[in-house]
Nanobody, 125 residues
């Protein structure tokens, strides 16, 4: 069965950077979607960025220009490079995988059926 394992979270100061990794096992990316979501305490899980198998991406407005998603096919690993971090980026970050809908990927939590365990990102001011 497919398994996603995140790593790379931690604590940084405002303006700092972190890179999250998500190692995928038994996952076939073709015609699929992968993405990053986050959930802050007391808030609902929200989409950060999604990426299809051909590299097309869709970023949430709050992270545009600061975060970059990438995928290493040889390592079956999804990455999230986070720069210029802000306190409002503090959350548990989750990697997710699922099928495409109509040939596209959407930042909709219920469209993703496979989730990692999450990795905590804390940004202090």
């Amino acid at each position: 069965q497919v398994e996603l394992v995140e790593s790379g979270g931690g604590s940084v100061q405002t303006g700092g950077s972190l890179t999250l990794s998500c190692a995928a096992s038994q996952w076939t990316y073709k015609s699929g979607c992968m993405g990053w979501f986050r959930q802050a305490p007391g808030k609902e899980r929200e989409g950060v960025v999604v990426r299809d198998d051909e590299g097309r991406t869709n970023y949430a407005i709050p992270v545009q220009g600061r975060f970059t998603i990438s995928y290493d096919n040889a390592k079956s690993t999804l990455y999230l490079q986070m720069n210029r971090l802000k306190p409002e980026d503090t959350a548990m970050y989750y990697c997710a995988a699922g099928p495409q809908r109509g040939g596209s990927c959407f930042m909709v939590t219920k469209f993703f059926g496979i989730w990692g365990q999450g990795t905590q990102v804390t940004v202090s001011s």
